[in-house]
């Protein structure tokens, strides 16, 4: 059964950082473009970022550029999300994304 576990969530003060990873099991993550997403109470699920499989070009939502940064270890099979600089409206559960997967959500708190 294919899986995608993440990790690193928590609760942080406005401005500090936090870092994902999201390790697949029983699939292979290389040929794939994988993606962050995001939910946040009473609303939409929305994009955060993505990268691709070959080269890595790496894709963000306006509001997360130079704050967050994505990356991929093939050798690992895991995806990681840096987040940097974290406000309140960061507040939400993560959930990374590949193919038809997903995973299982890890919630990320930002108080101010």
């Known amino acids: 059964q294919v899986q995608l576990v993440e990790s690193g969530g928590g609760l942080v003060q406005s401005g500090g950082s936090l870092r994902f990873s999201c390790a697949a099991s029983k699939f292979t993550l290389d040929y794939y473009i994988i993606g962050w997403f995001r939910q946040a109470p009473g609303k939409e699920r929305e994009g955060v970022s993505c990268?691709?499989?070959?080269?890595?070009?790496?894709g963000y939502v306006d509001s997360m550029k130079g704050r967050f940064t994505i990356s991929r270890d093939n050798d690992k099979n895991t995806v990681y999300l840096q987040m940097n600089s974290l406000k309140p409206e960061d507040t939400a559960v993560y959930y990374c994304?590949?193919?038809?997967?997903w995973g299982q959500g890890t919630q990320v708190t930002v108080s101010s």
């Open positions: 990268i691709s499989s070959g080269v890595k070009d790496t």
């Open positions: 994304n590949v193919y038809t997967y």
